[in-house]
């Protein structure tokens, strides 16, 4: 198998063999100038890469993700092409992990989508403390919103903790 190291500043992506430690591949960034924010997401032999403009902050928190692209990892010139929407799949992505799974048969998903999961530091007087967000970014309308979860309303100790997506095996047996 093999691990990725996203350097989320330049948005370069180094494919190192898992069983030899050795680089197997470097996939240079695409043509963006450099992001506030980047994920990468893995999918089989696809890799997708989510770039929010450094611009798109002065239009608040309701803008998300401003480019989706993907890339055949296993290809022999790989090349990031840039993307208007992922069909049936969901992303999920957080500040360490990125995964892509189809939608249907989960009446609660949305297809053309990426979820995404962020922390906000609130500070008063007497302590600072992480408000959690969870949002959806549709592709199709270039439109986010926040998902209504218990997760929204809580706020936690700051403790260096980020939060994660964690999805069971859909295997039962």
């Known amino acids: 198998g093999e691990f990725f190291v996203f350097e989320e500043d330049v948005c370069r992506t180094t494919i190192v063999a898992a069983l030899t430690l050795a680089i197997a591949a470097v996939i240079p960034a695409p043509a963006v100038e450099l992001p506030s924010e980047a994920r990468i997401a893995v999918a089989g032999d696809e890799l997708f890469l989510l770039v929010k403009s450094k611009w798109m902050y002065l239009f608040g928190d309701d803008i998300d993700f401003s480019k989706v692209f993907r890339v055949d990892h296993r290809s022999v010139d790989s090349a990031w092409q840039e993307l208007t929407g992922i069909g049936g799949r969901a992303l999920f992505v957080d500040s360490l992990h990125g995964f892509a799974m189809e939608t249907a048969g989960f009446e609660n998903l949305e297809g053309n989508t990426i979820y995404s999961v962020t922390t906000k530091e609130v500070n008063d007087r007497r302590s600072t403390t992480v408000k959690y967000s ?15 979860c218990r997760l929204n309303k809580l706020e936690m100790a700051l403790r260096g903790e980020t939060p994660s997506w964690i999805i069971p095996s859909l295997n039962e047996g």
């Open 134 to 148: 969870v949002s959806v970014f549709s592709l199709e309308h270039r439109s986010s919103k926040k998902l209504a």
